[in-house]
C-alpha cells in the first residue's frame, strides 16, 4: 500500500494522515484495483477480492455508510477486520451558506487543515456539484478570485470524490437499504469539475475520482453529466478523452493572443491555435459529444462583434456549445462586466452561426458562489494586486 507515503506535489509535501487521524488507510478514493490491493494486503483470500470491492464500493457511494459494522452483507469477523485496518472518511463539512436562489455553498476542510469550497446548484429537473480539484491554483488568470490564492496543493482522489459524498449528505440523497441506484431521485446529477484549481495539473486524483463517480457501483453518473473545464492545458487533453472520456469545456475567453494571453496566461506556453489544434481530435478520442467553450463576457476588453466573430471562424468544424459567462465581481477584480446588450448582441452572433450560445446566469452571487469567484479566505497565502496585474501583464 502506497497511501500512507508522502505526496510530493508542486509545492508542498503533504502527510497522507490527518493530524491526529487514525492511522487506518481511509477508503474514499482509492481506485477498484487499489481497493483490492488493500483488501488483499489485510488478509481478503484473492478469489474473493474483486466481489469484496464491488459491495465495498455500493456500501461506500451508493448508500453512503460510514461504519463498517453497518454493511450487513459482510461477516461479521470480516467487518470487524476492516474496522482494524480501515475507514471510510470524506473531508469535513466546516460551513454552508444557502442562496437566495437556492444555491449551496459548502466550505470544506481537509486534511492540513486546509479548506476549498464546493457549491451545488439546483436546477428545475437536475442539480449541479460544482467540485474543487486543487486548494488555490497555480495559475493566475487575471480575471479569476481563486487565481489570486496561491497553489497549496493538490486534493487527493478522496478529497475530489469526498466533496459528492459530503453534498449527498447534505441533501440526503443516499439510496436506503434495500432499494437500488435507479429507485431515487438524482439531486447531484450533474458534476462539474469547475470550483478551484486546474483540474488537469491534478491529472491522476481527478481521473480516479470521475471514474468512482461514473462506475455503475460508485456514484454511478453517466459520463456525459460530468464536464471537466481546463484553461488549456493542451498535452493533458489527449489523456484526458483517453484515460477520463467525460465531457470537456474549455476556458476559452479571448479570440486573439494577445488578449488571451493576459486573460488566460496559460496562452503564452499554449496558444490558441495549438488549442484548438487538441481540441479538434477530443471529440474522437472520448465519444463526446460537444465542447462547451467557456467565454468570460469583460466589458470592453473581450467582448465585440468582431470578437464573436472571430470566435465563430476559430472553432469551426469543432462540434461545440459557447456557453457565456457575465464577468463575476469580486473585491478588487479589475474588470467589469459587460452590459446585459452587449451579452446578448454577442450570443445572437453565435446563435446566428449555427452554435448554441446560452448566456449563464450567475447563481448564488449573495453568497460569493459564482463562477470564478470562489477562494477561501482562510487561506494567508496569497498574491497581492500588483503581483496579479503583473502577472498578467495589465
Ligand atoms: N481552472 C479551470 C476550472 C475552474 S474555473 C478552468 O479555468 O477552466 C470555472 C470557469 O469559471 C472557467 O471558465 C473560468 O474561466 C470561469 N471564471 C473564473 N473567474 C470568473 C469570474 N470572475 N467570472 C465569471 N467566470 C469566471
Ligand atoms: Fe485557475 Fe481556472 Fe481560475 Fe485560471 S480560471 S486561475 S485556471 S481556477
Not at 136 to 164: D, M, P, W, Y
Not at 181 to 192: F, T
Not at 205 to 217: F, L, P, Q, S
Not at 347 to 355: L, M, W
Amino acid at each position: 500500500m502506497t497511501a500512507s507515503a508522502p505526496i510530493t506535489q508542486d509545492l508542498v509535501t503533504i502527510p497522507r494522515k490527518d493530524e491526529g487521524g487514525t492511522g487506518k488507510v481511509n477508503l474514499v478514493g482509492l481506485t477498484r484495483d487499489g481497493l483490492r490491493d488493500a483488501l488483499i494486503d489485510a488478509g481478503t483470500p484473492e478469489k474473493q477480492a474483486k466481489m469484496r470491492t464491488g459491495q465495498l464500493w455500493q456500501w461506500i457511494y451508493q448508500k453512503g455508510v460510514r461504519e463498517f459494522s453497518e454493511m450487513t452483507n459482510l461477516a461479521k469477523d470480516y467487518r470487524a477486520m476492516l474496522d482494524e485496518a480501515f475507514e471510510i472518511r470524506i473531508p469535513e463539512l466546516v460551513s454552508k451558506q444557502v442562496s437566495e436562489d437556492g444555491t449551496r455553498k459548502y466550505l470544506v476542510r481537509i486534511a492540513g487543515g486546509h479548506e476549498v469550497e464546493v457549491v451545488y446548484i439546483p436546477e428545475e429537473d437536475r442539480g449541479t456539484l460544482c467540485v474543487s480539484s486543487q486548494v488555490g491554483c497555480t495559475l493566475t488568470c487575471s480575471f479569476c478570485h481563486t487565481g489570486t490564492q496561491k497553489l497549496v496543493r493538490n486534493l487527493t482522489a478522496g478529497e475530489i470524490v469526498g466533496q459528492i459524498m459530503m453534498a449527498r449528505d447534505d441533501l440526503e440523497e443516499w439510496v436506503p437499504a434495500g432499494k437500488g441506484m435507479g429507485e431515487s431521485p438524482r439531486l447531484v446529477s450533474n458534476i462539474v469539475l469547475m470550483g478551484m484549481g486546474e483540474p488537469l495539473y491534478n491529472f491522476d486524483a481527478v481521473r480516479d475520482a470521475m471514474k468512482i463517480a461514473m462506475d455503475g457501483e460508485g456514484i454511478s453518473l453517466s459520463r456525459r453529466r460530468i464536464t471537466l473545464s481546463t484553461s488549456g492545458v493542451v498535452p493533458e487533453i489527449a489523456r484526458a478523452g483517453e484515460e477520463i472520456g467525460c465531457m470537456l469545456a474549455i476556458s476559452f475567453h479571448a479570440t486573439i493572443d494577445e488578449t488571451r494571453d493576459k486573460l488566460v496566461p496559460i496562452n503564452k506556453k499554449w496558444n490558441i491555435e495549438t488549442l484548438l489544434d487538441a481540441l479538434r481530435e477530443y471529440p474522437k478520442l472520448s465519444n463526446s459529444e460537444r465542447i462547451t467553450f467557456e467565454y468570460v463576457m469583460l466589458d470592453g476588453v473581450n467582448d465585440s462583434d468582431e470578437d464573436a466573430r472571430r470566435l465563430i471562424k476559430l472553432i469551426e468544424g469543432i462540434p461545440a456549445k459557447i456557453n457565456l459567462i457575465p464577468f463575476n465581481e469580486w473585491p478588487g477584480a479589475p474588470y467589469k462586466r459587460s452590459s446585459n446588450n452587449r451579452i446578448r448582441r454577442f450570443a445572437d452572433i453565435i446563435y446566428k452561426a449555427g452554435y448554441a450560445s446560452p448566456i449563464r446566469t450567475p447563481r448564488g452571487e449573495d453568497i460569493m458562489a459564482a463562477c470564478g469567484q470562489l477562494k477561501s479566505e482562510t487561506e494567508r497565502a496569497r498574491k497581492s494586486r500588483a503581483e496579479i496585474a503583473k502577472e498578467a501583464g495589465l
